[in-house]
């Protein structure tokens, strides 16, 4: 990873249980320009898909914070008063984008960087 270049940021933080408790993706690829960048598109189908999946089959609604003027940043937090059977449909979707994400930056490490905080 080069020093300066743009790059998307992502965290994932874990509860002492293991389960993804929240996450943040940051920053923009700028590998392609502008309406072309896949890295950047690919980041965002994978976030938004989960959180729309999180919301229609668990039927939770996480805390879903977005700013796209500054820098581009999405911030979701999972609620702690739902059930075991949403926190499962939840952890499945939040696993699944995390494997993806790091499927992305396998393929793309210049301009993506997820890690995941205990």
């Known amino acids: 990873m080069k ?10 933080k874990r509860n002492e249980s293991g389960h993804i408790t ?3 993706l940051s920053g923009h690829a700028e590998a392609g320009p502008y309406g072309s960048d896949i890295v950047c598109a690919a980041v965002s189908a994978l976030a938004f898909s989960t959180v729309n999946g ?7 609604e996480p805390l879903v914070e977005m700013d796209n003027e500054n820098g581009g940043q999405l ?3 999972m609620r702690r008063d739902i059930t075991g059977e949403q926190t499962n449909i939840s952890q499945i979707l939040l ?3 995390l494997l993806g ?3 992305v ?5 210049e301009f993506i960087d997820i890690k995941t905080i205990h």
């Open 3 to 12: 020093e300066g270049l743009p790059m998307i940021k992502g965290s994932f």
């Open 22 to 24: 929240s996450f943040e």
């Open 54 to 60: 999180i919301e229609a089959l668990s039927g939770i």
């Open 75 to 77: 911030y979701v937090e």
């Open 95 to 97: 696993e699944n984008l």
């Open 101 to 103: 994400l790091q499927a």
């Open 105 to 109: 930056q396998a393929e793309n490490p």
